[in-house]
Structures are given as C-alpha cells and as structure tokens.
C-alpha cells in the first residue's frame, strides 16, 4: 500500500496539470470579441478601398485608350465600359519608376466575378458587354517603391 501512494498522487499530480493547461489553452484560443464575424468584402465594397476611381469608355475601334494617375499607398479603380462585340480587354501600365511596385490586381466583371491577380500587362477574355472594374495596386508578396507615377494604356478588342 505504501508503494501505491507515491505512484497514485503522481498520477493525480499529473491529471490535474493535464487539466489545468487544457483549460487555459482553451480560454487563450477563444476570441476576445464574442460578436458575429463580418462577411467577406463583396467586389463593389473593395472597389471603395482604392483612392482612384476613374471610368474610361474604349472606343469600338480598338484605339487604346491611356491616362496617367500619381498612385499613392492606395490603389486604382478604373470603371471600364466596353463596347458591344469585344471579347478581349487589353492593358499595360508603365510605371516611370522601373522599380515600381504595380500590377493588375483583379478584373471584376459585370456579373460580379473576381479574377487575378495578373501582371503588368493584363490579357482577360470577356464574354459581353459592359462595365468591367480593375483594380491596380501593389504585389504585397513583392519589393519595390509603393507610390509613385503610372501611365494606364487599355483597349478591347
């Protein structure tokens, strides 16, 4: 019985421990903000997180069009109408900083679905007409200068 009692209060000793971190683990997992977690950013409300919004209409005879914009932390929306029979939106950004950091981040089509992200040229196959929004930013898994002066050249064809 003497041998017994050694051996069984280790074995309380470390039942109780076990116990007591799998409780505290448990506390320290739980979020501090008990409320319901927000949905996920629909395509129109990230377009509202861009400092730029412009809209560009392409003409129906495939002369690119091209703006200049001075991007800053933020990013650019462009609102892009395209014209009944195109089926291919084309584009290039010419940063004056070869070092910049920019590229086509997502094309939003007008049914709503995302894609990307792409590169400094953009080649997206579109199936109608239009308003496409295309969203320009940074690679954040990427080096080089945040801000800086863009030229925008987009066409369809």
Excluded at 73 to 83: E, F, Q, T
Excluded at 86 to 96: D, N, Q, S, V
Aim: proline letters at 6%.
């Amino acid at each position: 019985m003497k041998k017994l009692l050694p051996v069984a209060s280790l074995a309380l000793l470390f039942a109780c421990n076990n116990g007591a971190e799998q409780k505290t683990a448990n506390a320290d997992s739980m979020p501090q903000d008990h409320t319901a977690s927000k949905p996920m950013a629909d395509s129109s409300q990230l377009a509202n997180t861009h400092s730029d919004t412009t809209q560009i209409v392409l003409p129906s005879d495939n002369t690119p069009v091209t703006r200049t914009f001075i991007k800053d932390s933020a990013g650019i929306v462009c609102k892009v109408v395209v014209p009944a029979g195109k089926r291919m939106i084309m584009g290039e950004l010419a940063p004056t900083n070869a070092k910049m950091n920019i590229r086509f981040n997502q094309v939003i089509t007008p049914a709503g679905k995302a894609d990307g992200p792409f590169d400094k040229k953009l080649a997206y196959d579109i199936n109608k007409e239009g308003t496409y929004t295309i969203l320009i930013g940074n690679d954040l898994m990427a080096e080089g200068d945040y801000k800086g002066k863009v030229e925008l050249k987009i066409w369809a064809h």
